[in-house]
């Protein structure tokens, strides 16, 4: 039980299950391209571990194995997607759902794809959760258009869980009714890789 004083907790959900259909025909994954030596997921992941959340989750279900092992050795909790074809839905709903999330007053939703995260950015957004007393969706901006990651209060559960499809929170941030507070983190907001080129030009390597 959280004692009264005590900062409201977070949990991180890292998507890391999608088929990255966009990376040709060769096989080639997103999320192990190299990013300063680093496979993109491991990076998210290090990054995810860098902050204030109290625990970081990895849903992982497309070439799980190679996944996994690129994060061998993090203190984190994996959790297998079976679902993962279904979309976007099934791999929020599987992360929500692991017993490592349970005591968490807020779900912070990082998409495993994004390499201009940042731990400081990450902080800022658990920050202003936790100052509005965990009662407000905690979204990433950039110039006011909304983007990733965002934040989520337990309250929403039901929303998650009823979710089908390839969607993801926007549609529950928008069905939802509560407040939402901007926090403005720069191009990092959209900079998400979904092809070869994309890779190239945020500054990584395809490998695998």
Do not use: W
Not at 11 to 20: T, Y
Not at 104 to 133: E, K, Q, W, Y
Not at 167 to 192: C, E, Q, T
């Amino acid at each position: 039980m959280q004692a009264e004083g005590d900062p409201l907790s977070v949990a991180i959900v890292i998507l890391a299950a999608g088929k990255a259909s966009r990376m040709g025909k060769d096989g080639k994954h997103k999320l192990l391209a190299e990013f300063d030596g680093v496979p993109l997921v491991r990076r998210c992941a290090l990054t995810a571990l860098g902050s204030d959340a109290a625990c970081v989750i990895v849903v992982t279900g497309h070439r799980r194995s190679e996944i996994e092992g690129s994060l061998d050795g993090l203190p984190l909790t994996l959790v297998d997607n079976p679902d993962y074809a279904d979309g976007m839905a099934s791999s929020l709903r599987a992360g929500l759902s692991s017993k490592r999330a349970d005591g968490a007053d807020g779900i912070l939703v990082m998409l495993a794809d994004m390499p201009g995260i940042s731990t400081a950015h990450l902080n800022a957004l658990i920050s202003t959760f936790r100052n509005a007393g965990g009662e407000a969706i905690v979204r990433a901006v950039s110039r006011g258009k909304p983007g990733n990651p965002v934040v989520l209060p337990r309250s929403l559960d039901h929303a998650v869980l009823r979710l089908e499809g390839d969607v993801g929170a926007r549609d529950i941030i928008r069905a939802s009714g509560m407040p939402v507070l901007d926090v403005d983190v720069g191009d990092a907001a959209h900079l998400d890789v979904d092809t070869p080129d994309d890779i190239l030009a945020a500054g990584g390597v395809v490998k695998r």
